[in-house]
């Protein structure tokens, strides 16, 4: 489970604040996700990065901003967001081939975050 | 689009007795398959994984999975539950082709095993 690590685990923020999630992973791996966990839905794919570029951004509104700055990197910027907003935040990597992704993704802890 | 259905919100199990935690799977070409388990204020951790080959895959903790290409199932099972496998199972499938990078998940299978 050290493969992939996310700080800070616990968020608490008011709608005008501005703060950063950072994930790392240690793997060796060229891809990184984020995904959106709320209480009883499906896990959402947010953003896919591949080789620190871009690949996926699945209609996710503009207050949430991602950075990847090098493959082991991921950081995903928030300003004034909505209590619905409130979830655990998820990072994933894993080792993508001539853009085939199928290969196991391995999650980090997450960050529970709640916006009051 | 591929989906995932996971039919029970919850499976109840006695400690020593056989567990199956259920999925179903639609995708248009051939599904990669996976199974993930979250313990509480934990990440998901991957279990096993199903390419191709035998459709019997053997994975971490002593849990299998049987892939039914005719039935679209991909039943997680274990034959002797332990209480510390009570936690959040999760299936998910993607499928082969490049690019293909959309990992479709389940909304989750709560297992309760009873001492």
């Known amino acids: 489970e050290t493969g992939v690590t996310q700080t800070p685990r616990h968020l608490v923020m008011g709608m005008t604040n501005k703060k950063s999630l950072k994930c790392e992973q240690h793997l060796g791996h060229n891809a990184m996700y984020w995904y959106k966990q709320s209480a009883k839905k499906p896990l959402e794919l947010m953003f896919v990065y591949s080789l620190e570029e871009r690949v996926e951004n699945n209609s996710v509104p503009s207050r949430f901003s991602p950075e990847c700055p090098n493959s082991s990197h991921l950081f995903l910027h928030l300003h004034t967001l909505q209590p619905e907003d409130s979830a655990l935040y998820l990072c994933?990597?894993?080792?993508?081939?001539?853009?085939?992704?199928?290969?196991?993704?391995?999650f980090g802890p997450g960050t529970r975050l709640l916006v009051l | 689009a591929q989906s995932v259905a996971q039919p029970e919100d919850q499976v109840n199990v006695a400690e020593g007795n056989p567990l199956t935690v259920k999925c179903t799977y639609s995708?248009?070409?051939?599904?990669?398959l996976f199974w993930y388990v979250q313990y509480p204020n934990r990440g998901l951790q991957f279990l096993l994984k199903y390419i191709t080959g035998d459709n019997l895959v053997k994975g971490s903790y002593g849990f299998e999975a049987e892939f039914n290409k005719s039935q679209t199932s991909f039943h997680l099972k274990k034959p002797s539950a332990l209480v510390s496998d009570s936690a959040l199972y999760f299936c998910a499938v993607s499928v082969s082709g490049a690019g293909s990078y959309q990992l479709t998940f389940g909304k989750g299978t709560k297992l309760s095993v009873i001492p």
């Open positions: 995708v248009s070409g051939n599904p990669y």
């Open positions: 994933a990597s894993s080792q993508t081939t001539g853009g085939y992704f199928q290969e196991t993704q391995y």
